[in-house]
């Protein structure tokens, strides 16, 4: 409530002059009367104030056929929600974001500023009113079904995959050719789950001609790897809850050779109940020249044992480049006992900095961390990451503090993944940047 000075109220008091009340009545009157006025002033109207900030911070995700469990895109959906909304602005749980400002800036950042949350805890308080129908802006166009507008290509699951409504379900990876007779570049691309309530995680892999990655798989048919099915492959994007639509600047691109095929890696999720699931990827081609081109990489690290009960497990993990190269986003993956999550660069000269840091990791959200400006790494300079665990009876989410926890695949055993991109010229391969070994040196000749 916006404070009255004095002034503003002896005014409204000289107004009731004339009238024979005692002196105390007129400034009961007249303080009743710049309450009530100011008040309805002060209150915000769904129309007017509210919906903008919708608008700009939440409707991309709460909308119909996208991740978020309601919509917000009219008042008749939001009104019910306003009480939700206001606790999830205020404890900045909504929109989610993770960073620490103290570190960075993000192109991307959801940070939803002092302002807009003070307006809608204003609205919530006062009522949550409609307002006016003629202050309500212009509905935003979404696309729908896709957001990196109408793809050049889909590729999908042939037939839907039976999810059972119990059980541990093995990640299943599922071949699909792309019969490409020429190399393609992808400037944008995008997974759909098909059934959010039981798809955790789709990754769309790109595996190149000749590949002996996953032999044994049959087109559509769903595979589990067998061991010594290793081969090379490459990231090509990927869908998990906060997970954005894979979209590149001009000039740059993800290539995709003539003969390559897609792997959808999905990670199904019982949840009580069967059901099915056709997940699909939407490809949409460079229409300019490529100059750049895009890889995502990560500085791994799958060789750890978190004790039982352990509060604060400590992992570390590196990417050294042998060759000048630009990194782009930075995405921290661990499963439900991360923790926090930290990228620094470390150059040449010894001087370092971080890049990213997630004091409050959490599984729920996959989100991607797009530097302001772009990040430079000369030869010879790494990316070092650093991650901590909580293996405690004190972390809520965790499956089972009595159990030793080691890389794994499902949700209960844990990753280290710290994924960047990192851009470089369009003829060039990836080992480029890679660090170059040096040559053993020869052994001393015997005397």
């Given at each position: 409530m916006p404070c009255v000075s004095a002034t503003a109220k002896n005014s409204a008091i000289l107004t009731l002059r004339g009238t024979h009340l005692p002196q105390r009545a007129y400034r009961i009157i007249a303080t009743a009367a710049l309450a009530a006025g100011l008040g309805t002033a002060a209150t915000p109207t769904f129309n007017k104030d509210v919906a903008p900030i919708l608008q700009k911070n939440c409707q991309s995700c709460h909308r119909p056929g996208e991740a978020a469990p309601f919509s917000l895109l009219t008042y008749k959906d939001t009104r019910p929600w306003a009480s939700s909304i206001k606790e999830a602005v205020q404890t900045r749980k909504m929109p989610p974001w993770f960073a620490d400002p103290h570190f960075g800036k993000f192109a991307n950042d959801r940070t939803m500023g002092t302002k807009d949350i003070d307006t809608i805890v204003a609205w919530a308080n006062g009522g949550a009113p409609e307002g006016n129908p003629k202050d309500l802006p212009k509905p935003v166009e979404f696309l729908e079904g896709w957001n990196i507008g109408k793809p050049d290509l889909t590729v999908a699951m042939s037939k839907p995959y039976e999810v059972p409504a119990t059980g541990t379900i093995d990640y299943q990876y599922i071949l699909v050719p792309l019969n490409l007779t020429e190399d393609k570049w992808v400037q944008?691309?995008?997974?759909?789950?098909?059934?959010?309530?039981?798809?955790?995680?789709?990754?769309?892999?790109?595996?190149?001609?000749?590949?002996?990655?996953?032999?044994?798989?049959?087109?559509?048919?769903?595979y589990v790897p067998q061991k010594g099915e290793n081969g090379p492959n490459e990231f090509l994007v990927g869908y998990a809850p906060g997970s954005p639509a894979s979209v590149l600047p001009e000039g740059r691109a993800i290539r995709v050779q003539a003969g390559a095929d897609v792997i959808l890696q999905v990670h199904y999720t019982a949840n009580g109940k069967p059901g099915t699931d056709t997940s699909s990827?939407?490809?949409?081609?460079?229409?300019?020249?490529?100059?750049?081109?895009?890889?995502?990489?990560?500085?791994?690290?799958?060789r750890f044992a978190i004790p039982a009960g352990d509060g604060n497990y400590e992992v570390k993990s590196s990417f050294e480049f042998g060759a000048e190269t630009k990194i782009g986003f930075l995405a921290p993956h661990m499963h439900l006992r991360g923790k926090d999550f930290?990228?620094?660069?470390?150059?040449?000269?010894?001087?370092?900095e971080v890049l990213l840091s997630v004091p409050k990791y959490d599984f729920a959200w996959q989100l991607n961390y797009n530097p302001a400006k772009e990040i430079v790494m000369p030869a010879d300079s790494r990316i070092e990451c650093v991650a901590h665990f909580d293996n405690s009876p004190n972390n809520p989410n965790n499956p089972d503090p009595t159990k030793v926890v080691k890389w794994g695949d499902q949700s209960w055993e844990e990753m280290m993944m710290g994924f960047f991109t990192v851009t470089i010229p369009a003829d060039k391969d990836l080992r480029s940047i890679l660090p170059q070994r040096k040559p053993a040196a020869a052994p001393a000749a015997l005397e």
């Open positions: 944008s691309a995008e997974v759909r789950p098909g059934n959010r309530a039981l798809v955790h995680h789709v990754i769309a892999y790109l595996r190149p001609k000749g590949s002996g990655w996953l032999k044994g798989a049959q087109p559509g048919i769903p990827v939407g490809l949409v081609f460079a229409k300019t020249p490529v100059k750049e081109r895009v890889y995502t990489v990560s500085a791994t690290n799958n930290l990228f620094k660069a470390v150059y040449p000269t010894g001087e370092s």
